[in-house]
């Protein structure tokens, strides 16, 4: 599955950024690909003083390895590792009468010592804040 999520993450995050300078007509997305030492990382990509967007970023990551002490007691685990990925996009628009966009979208695995998942759910969501409400 975590292989499947992440394809089509990679896959949307094209057809986001695509799709977003098409309609800005004058910006175009800036890509950073950056690691994590303890295992994965990811690709950022931000456009800003477009035509129609001021600022946004559409980022992607993928992070392995040891759960972390506070989420092993969060979660009730001893010694246990982790696959994360997700998208997450922040679009602001120039004007002030279309809303931002907000959106988080992940996929999370958990594994005993023998490597078998014990755990993996989907999270996230979106939303859209409005700076002028209208009735």
């Known amino acids: 599955m975590k292989d499947k999520f992440y394809a089509y993450i990679q896959k949307l995050q094209d057809t986001i950024t695509s799709k977003l ?49 506070s989420m092993q007691t969060y979660f009730g685990v001893e010694e246990a590792d982790f696959f994360a990925c997700g998208l997450s996009l922040v679009i602001h628009p120039k004007s002030p009468m279309v809303p931002t966009v907000h959106a988080n979208w992940r996929y999370f695995e958990m594994y005993d010592k023998q490597g078998n998942i014990v755990d993996q759910w989907f999270g996230g969501g979106q939303d859209l804040t409005p700076y002028y409400i209208f009735e």
């Open 21 to 69: 300078e098409e309609v800005d007509g004058k910006a175009k997305f800036q890509q950073d690909f950056w690691e994590r030492p303890e295992g994965g990382g990811g690709r950022t990509r931000v456009i800003e003083n477009g035509a129609v967007f001021e600022k946004g970023g559409v980022n992607i990551s993928k992070v392995f390895g040891t759960l972390p002490k």
